[in-house]
């Protein structure tokens, strides 16, 4: 194992990781301030890569496509909040994961009908169309690292917002007790469906940006979704800053776990077992290390002050 | 939130023994209706059913009653399947080996990974189970000697004693729906006794309960690994059913359809999660016969139910006139 | 007495809703097939291929597969080995089907395997071929349109092999097919395999796998990716560089249900395949044109497949006059009695054809559009590896 083969796959594992954050961002936040559980989180992240697909062929450039996108996924998590989201907060956890499961079918029933069931994809964007050559052979595309940067940008805006504005205070507040935050007169209403809106929006950018790099297909939505669960829980529900470290440690250990498991278990068992175990201990790392975290630390590693 | 199941009933006893009644009394009559009809299929389907409603009942046992959400139930299912799977490559089909082999490979993991998750609550605990039933999945896909990813065809069904019990149709439908119905009645007499009263009781105060000197931790592990066992039954008749063991059948879109048949049938009464999965399968079966895009249907169905039939489908059938 | 009463109405309803999908019209006279596919999820894709291609074919033969009046149930099979199993029960108990047809995946071809050969249903699949049906539990019902799993990849093992490659790279999902696949190449190929990367099913991911890639500086990669996954890594070796400097061999990852997504990015690479979009025969020309006149996409080698499907029960039925003697009409299968678009295709002992393979590359071959075509023949009259323990 080189060195260069250690930074790449560090460089994408911090780049999953981003990507990971950007879904859980919104998720966490929801489910902290509203106590709301939104399975259908994920498929806003894959409607947001339908969108960019839509802009991209009605614009033709992916830059003029991405305010078009991300403007269409804010409308259409605000729409999904007004029909179905906003007459679930006040309902139980269980109730919520029903609802919103029926949502997810039909939405990934859904753009199968508008796009068809092929997957589509959206070519890189012009400027970031090239690589930065690594080795000899190897190259590391420059979309990926302004994939990253983007997301180190929301996530320190997000931090910003969070703990410097008003609306923020608003929000960390109603983490904390919305009852309280609410018989303050802050009109609670309109703080959920900010918060939702700008959570499904987060996920829709998630999904633009993915979209250049990733084929973007109905269902895609799904097992992000349970990474981005995965993701809120190690992180504490609520917790921006839970998400964004959780984020990185899910994105790197999955990253580094997948090219380096089948090499440790080569070491204790002959090379048939090897590859049976290495590849099957990859995929279960990230869920080991989940229990691992609970079991130390039952409410995750940035616990928000309990209700 | 109030639960269901400590709503003052008018009159609980007609519902609680009606609608159990006429489900069951309909399942027992399937054969009959396959055999005037000549519909072999709606007994399979009818089979089917069965199967996944011991997982869905047992699920509702601590679902319901115990407020432990598992995300990770399909697992049990799995390792029941798995266990009569793996004996019948190595040639070992009777079921007084293989059926209890089944049960304590379940009720194992259920203790081992129960008592790690009890220490979490709430989307806490949804979420290790999920990590837990996520484990046995890749575990699963990983045995290439039992065929991995793509499954193990059994060649053959469970033996009992040497008569067909298993291998014939019309018993093995009457095998399955007579272990949902001890399933059923053994998970609902512990609900109504002292044990399902401190789960009840811990689901609603956890102090008050620790304030009469009683640990909630043991009992929750108890009933986690009842329901683990229940799980694993249905997965050993599964396998059964089917002829065929894979690792989708502990993936957690099935973990995930188990929640949502307990949940569209009603939570906390066992015979609710019954009916959640009898409506689950049928739809499905129904609606997929109509459309290829019928999930359009079905996904606004789901959310329909839930905003309008509060407390499931049994909700709408127990619901006290005027409400 | 309203609970009773709604009770009473609550099961009733479910109670109709399955006697009502119980009570359809019965068998009418005529050729009745079930068409298995994956139609739902992420890989919806190469199941629509498939289905579109066999009804193609039975559209041109105007609804008269052999000269009889053919009614095609298509079910969805959602690529859930106990939803295929229920599905197949249903069209062989209740719809009375006379044949089945079609299956993509090899874990949903295990899955139903079992009560399709017992009921005694004839089977002609139009994708999977996994190594147990073609080997020891072989069945007479049981005819494949399509190829045995591991002779794609052993094409590419082949063609590694002449080419002199000494270091190959092989990659595939870690699941059955996966594995069949890497060893289908290296039945083949003979020189070394310096690394076998087994990657996470559904993974969206490759840079990891590429950086280790470019590390062992091999003289080819081998890969096997189908759908979205295939779409990704395609996607991600353009980006990395690696397309210029390591030559891309695979399987069921560049054809035309992924070329639309990947585009440029995925001409000039390499596939195994028995069919491509410029095969040089007539049944082939005629099957390209009108499938993209009636369906308005370029059909890929599951259409192919899924065309072959229906032609060969189209040809067999007409032979034996009916399909009223089962075992005539089995010997009448065997025979092949159709115009393949493959040119040379026969069966095999196992019911697994024998046919020709080819080296087929991705081409621009219009504006906007993106087929096969052929570069080599790898191999003549080619049959599968497992036929020999098959015994029927």
Redesign the interface.
């Known amino acids: 194992m080189?060195f260069?083969?250690l930074a790449?796959?560090t460089?994408?594992g911090l780049?999953?990781g981003i990507l990971l954050f950007l879904i859980a961002a919104g998720l966490t936040l929801v489910?902290g301030v509203m106590d709301f559980?939104n399975l259908a989180h994920g498929v806003q992240y894959m409607l947001g890569a339908y969108l960019a697909v839509a802009a991209f062929q009605f614009t033709g450039g992916f830059w003029s496509a991405l305010p078009l996108a991300l403007l269409a996924a804010l409308a259409c998590g605000l729409l999904l909040e007004v029909l179905?989201f906003r007459?679930?907060y006040d309902?139980?956890?269980?109730?919520q994961?029903?609802?919103t499961?029926?949502?997810?079918?039909?939405?990934?029933?859904?753009v199968?009908?508008v796009w068809?069931?092929?997957?589509?994809?959206v070519?890189?964007p012009l400027y970031l169309d090239w690589?930065v050559?690594l080795?000899?052979?190897?190259?590391?595309?420059v979309?990926?690292i302004a994939l990253i940067v983007a997301g180190l940008l929301v996530a320190v805006l997000l931090y910003g917002l969070v703990t410097r504005t008003r609306i923020g205070m608003l929000v960390r507040a109603g983490a904390s007790d919305a009852e309280m935050v609410a018989a303050l007169g802050v009109n609670i209403r309109r703080l959920f469906m900010l918060v939702f809106g700008f959570g499904a929006m987060l996920a829709g950018f998630a999904g633009i940006l993915a979209a250049?790099?990733?084929?973007?297909?109905?269902?895609?939505g799904?097992?992000l979704l349970?990474l981005a669960?995965?993701v809120i829980?190690i992180g504490g529900?609520g917790s921006i800053r839970g998400a964004f470290v959780s984020a990185l440690i899910i994105g790197l250990v999955d990253?580094?776990g997948?090219?380096f498991a089948?090499d440790i278990a080569r070491l204790a068992l002959p090379p048939s077992a090897a590859?049976?175990?290495?590849?099957?201990l990859?995929?279960?790392l990230i869920?080991?290390l989940?229990?691992v975290v609970?079991?130390v630390r039952?409410?995750?590693l940035f616990p928000v002050s309990s209700k | 939130m109030i639960p269901a199941s400590i709503t003052p009933k008018t009159s609980p006893l007609k519902a609680s023994t009606l609608v159990p009644l006429i489900l069951f009394l309909g399942l027992a009559l399937v054969p009959v209706y396959a055999q005037v009809f000549d519909d072999r299929f709606m007994m399979l389907f009818a089979t089917r059913i069965a199967v996944l409603a011991i997982a869905v009942v047992s699920l509702d046992f601590i679902l319901g009653f115990a407020g432990l959400v598992s995300f990770g139930h399909a697992a049990f299912i799995g390792i029941g399947a798995y266990a009569i799977g793996i004996l019948s490559e190595h040639d070992i089909w009777e079921a007084w080996i293989s059926f209890p082999v089944a049960l304590a490979a379940g009720g194992l993991f259920a203790l081992i990974t129960g008592a790690i998750s009890m220490k979490t609550r709430g989307v806490y605990f949804i979420m290790i189970t999920l990590a837990f039933g996520q484990m046995a999945y890749f575990t699963a896909t990983s045995l290439s000697a039992y065929g991995g990813d793509d499954g193990l065809t059994m060649w053959g069904r469970t033996e009992f004693f040497g008569t067909n019990l298993f291998a014939n149709d019309i018993s093995f439908f009457y095998l399955v729906v007579g272990c949902l119905a001890a399933s059923y009645l053994l998970l609902r007499i512990f609900t109504g006794s002292r044990f399902g009263r401190v789960l009840a009781g811990a689901k609603q105060s956890e102090l008050r309960v620790e304030a009469l000197g009683i640990s909630p931790y043991r009992y929750r592990l108890v009933a986690y690994c009842i329901s683990g066992m229940v799980a694993a039954l249905a997965g050993a008749l599964m396998a059964n059913q089917a002829e065929f063991v894979s690792p989708s059948a502990m993936s957690w879109h099935r973990s995930g359809e188990l929640i949502v048949m307990c949940l569209l049938g009603g939570l906390g009464s066992l015979h609710g999660a019954l009916l959640g999965t009898i409506a689950y399968l049928a739809l499905e079966e129904v609606l997929s016969g109509t459309t290829e895009h019928w999930r359009l249907i079905f996904g606004p169905l789901l959310v329909l139910v839930v905003l309008y039939g509060k407390g499931g489908l049994i909700g709408l059938v127990t619901r006290r006139p005027g409400k | 007495m309203k609970r009773i009463l709604s009770a009473l109405a609550v099961s009733t309803i479910a109670g109709t809703a399955t006697l009502f999908a119980g009570v359809l019209p019965a068998a009418a006279e005529g050729l009745k097939i079930g068409f298995l596919a994956t139609l739902s999820g992420p890989p919806a894709v190469l199941g629509q291929h498939m289905r579109d291609g066999f009804l193609l074919a039975v559209e041109q033969a105007d609804g008269k597969l052999g000269g009889v009046e053919t009614e095609v149930i298509v079910v969805d099979d959602e690529l859930k080995p106990d939803a295929a199993l229920t599905k197949v029960q249903g069209l062989i108990e209740r719809d009375k089907v006379d044949m089945l047809a079609g299956v993509v995946f090899s874990n949903v071809m295990m899955a139903v395997y079992k009560p399709i050969i017992q009921s005694e249903t004839i089977f002609v699949g139009a994708n999977a071929g996994p190594s147990p049906i073609a080997g020891k539990g072989c069945s007479p019902y049981f005819f494949s349109a399509a190829y045995q799993n591991d002779q794609n990849h052993e094409v590419m093992g082949r063609y590694a092999a002449n080419q002199g490659y000494e270091k190959v790279v092989v990659m595939a999902p870690n699941y059955q097919a996966g594995k069949d696949a890497i060893a289908g190449f290296k039945r083949h190929y003979t020189g070394t395999i310096v690394e076998e990367i087994y990657t996470k099913l559904g993974q969206l991911d490759f840079s990891a796998e590429l950086a280790r890639i470019s590390e062992e500086k091999p003289n080819a990669l081998f890969t096997f990716m189908p759908g979205g996954m295939g779409v990704n890594l395609v996607k991600q070796y353009d980006q990395s560089g690696l397309k210029e400097s390591i030559p891309f061999l695979s399987t069921f990852t560049v054809d035309e249900t992924t070329l639309p997504a990947t585009k440029d990015m995925g001409v000039g690479l390499y596939s195994g395949a028995e069919w491509a979009a410029d095969l040089d025969t007539a049944a082939n020309k005629k099957f390209v044109a009108d499938f993209e006149a009636a369906y308005g996409y370029a059909p890929s080698l599951y259409a192919a497949q899924g065309y072959d499907a229906a032609r060969l029960i189209g040809g067999a039925v007409e032979m034996n006059g009916g399909i009223e003697d089962k075992a005539a009409l089995i010997k009448a299968l065997e025979a092949a009695p159709f115009e393949s678009v493959r040119g040379d295709f026969s069966f095999n002992t196992n019911h697994f054809p024998i046919q020709d393979f080819y080296l087929v590359k991705a081409v621009k071959s219009g504006e906007g559009k993106y087929t096969t075509s052929i570069v080599e023949k790898v191999f003549d009259d080619f049959g599968d590896a497992y036929a020999g323990s098959c015994k029927m």
């Not at chain 1, 309902?91 to 109730?95: E, Q």
């Not at chain 1, 499961?101 to 859904?110: A, K, M």
């Not at chain 1, 068809?116 to 994809?121: E, I």
């Open positions: 080189s260069t083969l790449v796959q460089l994408n780049q999953l489910f559980i179905v007459r679930l309902r139980d956890h269980l109730d994961v029903l609802a499961f029926g949502v997810i079918i039909f939405l990934n029933e859904l199968k009908v068809g069931a092929a997957p589509l994809s070519p890189l690589s050559p080795t000899d052979t190897l190259s590391y595309p979309y990926r250049p790099i990733f084929s973007v297909e109905p269902g895609m799904d097992n349970i669960f995965v829980v529900i990253t580094l997948r090219s089948t590859n049976d175990v290495g590849p099957a990859a995929s279960m869920y080991i989940m229990a609970l079991f039952p409410s995750g």
